[in-house]
C-alpha cells in the first residue's frame, strides 16, 4: 500500500517511468511517507545512508556506473544543504542525480517552528530544474500542475527513458511539502501518470525524422504555429508541410499564409469532434487566441501532442504533452525541404475538411460591413494595405489592438507578446522605425498609447513610423468581459476611463496628427497614413464608443455559429 498523499503518489510513479531504478535514502520524519513509496515501488531499490553528504556523493557515484536517474531523499531542514556538495558535482560532471527534499507546509517557513528554513531553491545555482510541487492536490488541474512539475524536473534529469537519450544531463531538485498526518499508507496502487519523453539527440536530422515519422504515421496531423519570426525558406518546405498537415497559424506566427481566420474558424466547429486532430506539433511561442488553446486542450486528450522549441524548455500548453522535441520551425522546414519532397500532394481527407472550413470563413468575412467601431478601423486598414506595393512592418499593441489583428490581419504581425504587457509597445515600433527604411505601422489602444507616450519624445525618429490609435476613452476589452459589467467600478477603477486625446503630444513632439469621429474621415485618414510621404512621424487618433466596439465584435462572431 501507497501513501495517501497525492504528490507523492504522483511522484512516485514519474520516478519509476522515468527510469529510476535506485534511491539512497536518508532517515527523517517529514520524508518517512517518501521513503515508504519509494519502497513499495518494486522497480526501484532503496539504499540506507544516514549521513546526507555521504548519500549525495554515493547517489553520484551510482548515477555514473548505471547513467540512469538516481534519487536522493532527506527530509526537510538542514539535511537538504548537506547534498551541496554532491549536487555541485553532478552539476559540473552532467550525472543524472534526482534530489527529493521532504519540506513543511509553507506557511510555517521562518516562523521559528522545527526544520522550516526556505528549501525552494537551496540549490538552484547547482541544478538544472528546481520546482516546489503542491502540497494538497485540489482538482484536475492541480494534478496537472504537480504531473507538469514533476515532469519537467525529470526531464531535464536526463539519463535513460526507453529509447530516448538526452545530450545533456544533470541534478534537479524536487522539494515535496507535506501536511500532517504524514502516516496514513492505504493506496492500493500508484497512478497513472502521463509521461513527457525529450527528443534531444543533438538538434538536426535525428530530432527532425523523429517529427516526419510522426506526422506521416497520423491519419489528422494539426500543426499549430504560435509567435514566431517571418520564415522565409523559399516556400519548399512550408508547402510540404501544408500538405503532410493542418497548419493553424495567427497573424504573430510569421507563417507565409498567415491570413488563416482561426478564432472564426473554431467558433464555427465547436463540439465537431470530425475536426479534432489525431497529433498535434506546437511550434513558436505565445497564442492569442483563447478559443485556440482551449480546442488544444480538448484535442490533446485523445491526441499525440509534441512540442518543438529550440532552448528544450517545456511548456506545456495543451496540458496533454507527451514529447519535448529539441528543435526549431525554420529547421524543420528546411528538413522536410530536402528529405520529404515526396509527400507533396498527399493531403487527406482531414486537411482538405480544414482547408474547405477556412475558405468558407474568409468567403463569410467578405461579406460583413462592421459598423463604425474600431473593427471597423482594422478591417478597413487591413484591406488598404493589401493595395500598397511598398514594404511594410506592421506592429499591434497587446490586449483588444492584437485581438483585432487576429480577426483581419492579412500578414505578419510584431506584438510584445510574450508577457503580454500594455506597456513599450509604442516604444518597441518606435525602435523598429529607427532600424529599418520601410514603413512601420503601429496600431494601439489608448491606455497602451498613453501609458508609453515618451516613446515619441525621441529625436530618432524618421517619417517612416505611422500610428493608429484607436482611442475609445478607457480600456475597451473590459467591455468584452461578461460578468464584469455588473461592477459599478469597472469603467472608473478597472477599465480606467478618460477623456485624454494625443493632439498636445502629438504638437509637442511633431508628430503629424489627424482625427477621426466617423466612417469618412477614419477612411480618409487611413488613407493619408499609408500614402503621404512626411520627415516625421504622423498618427490617427480615431475615436470610438466602447459599446458598439464590443457590439460590434459580438456580432462578428455570431456570423460564425452555424455550420457551413
Not at 219 to 228: F, Y
Not at 370 to 394: I, T
Request: negative net charge; aromatic residues 8%; proline residues 5%.
Amino acid at each position: 500500500m501507497y501513501s495517501d498523499k497525492e504528490n507523492i503518489n504522483i511522484l512516485t510513479a514519474l520516478l519509476v517511468a522515468h527510469g529510476v531504478r535506485h534511491a539512497v535514502v536518508c532517515p527523517g520524519s517529514r520524508n518517512a511517507p517518501i521513503v515508504h513509496n519509494l519502497y513499495e515501488a518494486k522497480d526501484i531499490c532503496c539504499l540506507p545512508v544516514t549521513d546526507e553528504r555521504s548519500a549525495g556523493f554515493q547517489a553520484l557515484g551510482i548515477a555514473q556506473a548505471t547513467q540512469l536517474p538516481v534519487v536522493v531523499c532527506v527530509t526537510s531542514g538542514t539535511a537538504l544543504l548537506n547534498l551541496a556538495p554532491a549536487v555541485a558535482e553532478a552539476f559540473y560532471q552532467h550525472i543524472p542525480m534526482v534530489v527529493v527534499s521532504a519540506d513543511r507546509p509553507r506557511r510555517w517557513i521562518d516562523q521559528l517552528d522545527g526544520q522550516t528554513l526556505p528549501q525552494e531553491g537551496a540549490l538552484k545555482p547547482f541544478v538544472r530544474k528546481a520546482v516546489a510541487l503542491p502540497a494538497v492536490i485540489a482538482g484536475d488541474e492541480e494534478r496537472w500542475y504537480c504531473n507538469r512539475l514533476v515532469n519537467e524536473a525529470l526531464v531535464e534529469a536526463g539519463g535513460k527513458m526507453a529509447s530516448l537519450k538526452a545530450v545533456v544531463a544533470g541534478p534537479v531538485h524536487i522539494n515535496v511539502p507535506l501536511e500532517e498526518p504524514l502516516f496514513n499508507f492505504n493506496t492500493p496502487c500508484l497512478p497513472d501518470e502521463r509521461v513527457i519523453g525529450k527528443i534531444d539527440k543533438g538538434v538536426g536530422k535525428a530530432n527532425y525524422s523523429f517529427l516526419e515519422q510522426l506526422l506521416r504515421r497520423a491519419e489528422r496531423p494539426m500543426v499549430v504555429v504560435g509567435q514566431h519570426e517571418p520564415i522565409n525558406d523559399g516556400a519548399t518546405g512550408t508547402s510540404i508541410l501544408r500538405t503532410m498537415a493542418v497548419v493553424v497559424a495567427e497573424r504573430l506566427a510569421g507563417w507565409p499564409d498567415a491570413a488563416r481566420p482561426v478564432d472564426e474558424a473554431l467558433t464555427l466547429v465547436a463540439g465537431d469532434d470530425d475536426f479534432l486532430p489525431d497529433t498535434i506539433f506546437y511550434f513558436g511561442g505565445t497564442l492569442v487566441s483563447k478559443r485556440l488553446k482551449q480546442f488544444m486542450r480538448k484535442a490533446g486528450q485523445n491526441a499525440t501532442v509534441v512540442q518543438v522549441t529550440p532552448d528544450g524548455q517545456l511548456r506545456d500548453v495543451t496540458m496533454h504533452l507527451d514529447y519535448l522535441c529539441v528543435g526549431s520551425l525554420e529547421g524543420f522546414v528546411a528538413y522536410l525541404g530536402r528529405e520529404a519532397a515526396d509527400a507533396i500532394g498527399t493531403s487527406n481527407a482531414f486537411q482538405q475538411r480544414w482547408e474547405g472550413l477556412f475558405a468558407h470563413v474568409r468567403a463569410t468575412m467578405d461579406d460583413e460591413c462592421p459598423p463604425f467601431s474600431q473593427l471597423a478601423v482594422v478591417r478597413y486598414f487591413e484591406q488598404q494595405l493589401e493595395d500598397m506595393e511598398y514594404p511594410f512592418h506592421l506592429h499591434y499593441a497587446n490586449s483588444m489592438p492584437v485581438r483585432l489583428a487576429n480577426c483581419m490581419a492579412g500578414q505578419h504581425v510584431w506584438c510584445n507578446r510574450g508577457v503580454n504587457g500594455i506597456e513599450g509597445s509604442l516604444s518597441t515600433a518606435a525602435g523598429f522605425s529607427i532600424a529599418v527604411n520601410d514603413k512601420v505601422f503601429c496600431v494601439i489602444g489608448d491606455l497602451s498609447f498613453f501609458y508609453d507616450q515618451n516613446a515619441l519624445w525621441n529625436q530618432n525618429l524618421k517619417g517612416n513610423l505611422r500610428i493608429i490609435l484607436l482611442n475609445n476613452g478607457k480600456g475597451g476589452i473590459f467591455n468584452s468581459l461578461p460578468g464584469l459589467e455588473q461592477s459599478p467600478a469597472r469603467d472608473t477603477l478597472v477599465a480606467a476611463r478618460h477623456h485624454t486625446t494625443a493632439q498636445g503630444i502629438c504638437t509637442q513632439n511633431d508628430v503629424g496628427y489627424l482625427k477621426a469621429d466617423n466612417t469618412f474621415d477614419m477612411q480618409r485618414g487611413v488613407v493619408t497614413l499609408l500614402t503621404e510621404n512626411r520627415s516625421r512621424p504622423m498618427l490617427l487618433e480615431v475615436f470610438t464608443d466602447p459599446e458598439n466596439d464590443a457590439k460590434a465584435l459580438k456580432t462578428h462572431f455570431k456570423a460564425f455559429h452555424k455550420t457551413p
